[in-house]
C-alpha cells in the first residue's frame, strides 16, 4: 500500500540554525500538506501546496517558514532560524485528486530545538 | 473559537464494551468530515470518512447531524488494540480552503482486559 514517508524521523538543533524536513507524498496526490503537533496538544495545520504554489497557510507559517516541492517526488519544510517554541511533530500530509479526499499522514520528524 | 471540540475522556473499558464518542464542529459551512486515530507520538490514521447518511466500517459506525453540527463514532466490541487517541476532523467549507484539516484535541480511548 502507498505510503507517505518523511526524514529524519528525529532531528535536533540549535536555536537560530536552519532545518529542512523532508517528505516523500503518495506518488499519484496532488496536494500536499504540512501541520505540527506540540507535545499534548492538537494537530496544527501550517500549510497546503497545490499545483506548485502555495493554496493556504496558517498564522503560525511565518516569514521564517518555507515549503518547496523541488522535484517531482519529495516536499520540504524549511525553518531559517528555529526557536525553542518549534520543537514538535512535524506531519507532512497528502491527498488525491481532490482536495476533499481523505488525507493521508507520514510518520512524522520529531524536532527538538535546544 | 475552537473549530472542533471533543470529549477529552479518559474513557476507560473493559474488552467487548460499546464505547461512544462525540464531537462538535463550529462552521456550517464545513464540507468534509473524517475519524482518525492517533497511537501515542505516532501520525494520525484515516480511521473513517463520515457521510450525511451515517457509515459502517466493521464494529465502526460514525454519524453526521448538519443541523446541529455533531459528529459521532460508535465502537462495538471494543478490543484491546482500539486503545488510541481518537480525533474528530473536519475539513474547510468549499471555495474557501483547499482541504486544510481541522483538528480536534483527541479523546482518549484504554481498552482493558
Known amino acids: 500500500e502507498p505510503e507517505v514517508t518523511q526524514t529524519p524521523s528525529h532531528q535536533v538543533t540549535q536555536m537560530g540554525q536552519e532545518v529542512i524536513l523532508r517528505c516523500v507524498p503518495i506518488s499519484n496526490h496532488l496536494y500536499f500538506y504540512w501541520y505540527r503537533q506540540i507535545l499534548g496538544q492538537k494537530v496544527e495545520f501550517l500549510v497546503s501546496f497545490y499545483n506548485n504554489e502555495i493554496s493556504e497557510k496558517s498564522e503560525i507559517f511565518d516569514d521564517q517558514f518555507s515549503v518547496e516541492r523541488p522535484d517531482g517526488s519529495n516536499f520540504t519544510l524549511k525553518i531559517r532560524s528555529t526557536k525553542l517554541e518549534d520543537s514538535a511533530m512535524y506531519f507532512c500530509?497528502?491527498?488525491?485528486?481532490?482536495?476533499?479526499?481523505?488525507?493521508?499522514f507520514g510518520p512524522g520528524t520529531r524536532l527538538t530545538v535546544l | 473559537r475552537k473549530e472542533v471540540e471533543q470529549d477529552p475522556g479518559p474513557f476507560n473499558v473493559p474488552e467487548g464494551a460499546t464505547v461512544a464518542f462525540n464531537c462538535t464542529y463550529s462552521?456550517?459551512?464545513?464540507?468534509?468530515f473524517f475519524w482518525y486515530r492517533q497511537d501515542c507520538r505516532k501520525e494520525p490514521k484515516l480511521l473513517m470518512s463520515v457521510y450525511s447518511s451515517g457509515n459502517e466500517d466493521g464494529r465502526f459506525t460514525a454519524q453526521l447531524n448538519r443541523a446541529s453540527q455533531y459528529i459521532s463514532l460508535l465502537i462495538r466490541d471494543s478490543k484491546l488494540s482500539d486503545s488510541a487517541t481518537y480525533l474528530c476532523?473536519?475539513?474547510?467549507?468549499?471555495?474557501?480552503?483547499?482541504?486544510?484539516?481541522?483538528f480536534g484535541r483527541g479523546t482518549q480511548l484504554t481498552v482493558w482486559p
Open positions: 500530509a497528502s491527498s488525491g485528486s481532490s482536495s476533499y479526499n481523505e488525507q493521508f
Open positions: 476532523v473536519v475539513n474547510g467549507p468549499r471555495g474557501s480552503t483547499l482541504g486544510r484539516l481541522y
Open positions: 462552521n456550517s459551512a464545513s464540507q468534509s
